[in-house]
């Protein structure tokens, strides 16, 4: 039981690239989220979904996209990626919101 | 709107010492949950506890103890007698009665020295 799963770990991206971050959760839950962490900042919540086919804007959504194709899998992409978009990501996922979280591990984006 | 506030940004500690991080909440629903998350240096975040809001009872788990406060909106974490591996940044966060996403307080860095 592989909980939640982000790849990559580590990226660094060069102003304008593009890239999709992925998701994987092995648990049937329900909810997914994705927040990005900046220092001083706590956790901000970039998109979630509350189920396959939905995704509905966190409180930072500007410059990024999400797609939940399948309950297992939330996807998030930088269609132009900027410096300030430099952050550590975090993917969670829960069976219904009120319940525990589990969070990935994080990926570290640097955009130079 | 909901809202944590975790006020105490860094904390610096000895050994043994006891030590308590304040978290306030603002909320208009009558139900929602309380979290307590670490994170220690190398990055993950560790669930430590969550409470709803019908649930006033405090709360201890070995050193850890919580105290939860409804009249004051107040969810405070306090660490008996710290250790050096309590060293880490500690997230107090709230979920909304719709449950539709975990809100997080800003983090207070807690570092306990030998």
């Known amino acids: 039981n592989a909980g939640v799963t982000q790849t990559p770990k580590f990226r660094v991206l060069k102003t304008g690239q593009s890239m999709t971050l992925l998701c994987a959760q092995d648990?049937?839950?329900?909810?997914m989220y994705w927040y990005r962490q900046d220092p001083g900042m706590g956790l901000r919540l970039i998109h979630y979904?509350?189920?396959?086919?939905?995704?509905a804007k966190g409180e930072v959504p500007d410059g990024y996209n999400v797609s939940r194709l399948k309950k297992q899998n939330f996807l998030l992409g930088l269609e132009s990626a900027a410096p300030s978009q430099t952050s550590v990501y975090f993917c969670?996922?829960?069976?219904?919101?009120?319940?525990?979280?589990?969070f990935g591990s994080g990926t570290r984006l640097t955009v130079v | 709107a909901q809202k944590v506030t975790q006020a105490q940004t860094e904390i610096s500690v000895v050994e043994k010492e006891d030590v308590t991080l304040d978290c306030v909440y603002e909320t208009r629903d009558t139900t929602y949950y309380l979290f307590w998350y670490k994170q220690p240096p190398s990055g993950e975040l560790v669930f430590l506890i969550r409470r709803n809001s019908f649930d006033e009872q405090n709360e201890i788990s070995g050193r850890y103890s919580w105290n939860f406060q409804k009249s004051t909106s107040s969810f405070n974490f306090t660490i008996t007698a710290s250790q050096v591996v309590d060293s880490a940044v500690y997230f107090c966060a709230l979920v909304n009665q719709a449950g539709t996403a975990l809100i997080f307080g800003k983090g207070t860095t807690l570092s306990v020295s030998s």
């Open positions: 969670a996922s829960s069976i219904q919101g009120l319940a525990g979280y589990t």
């Open positions: 648990m049937n839950h329900e909810y």
């Open positions: 979904s509350v189920g396959e086919g939905t995704t």
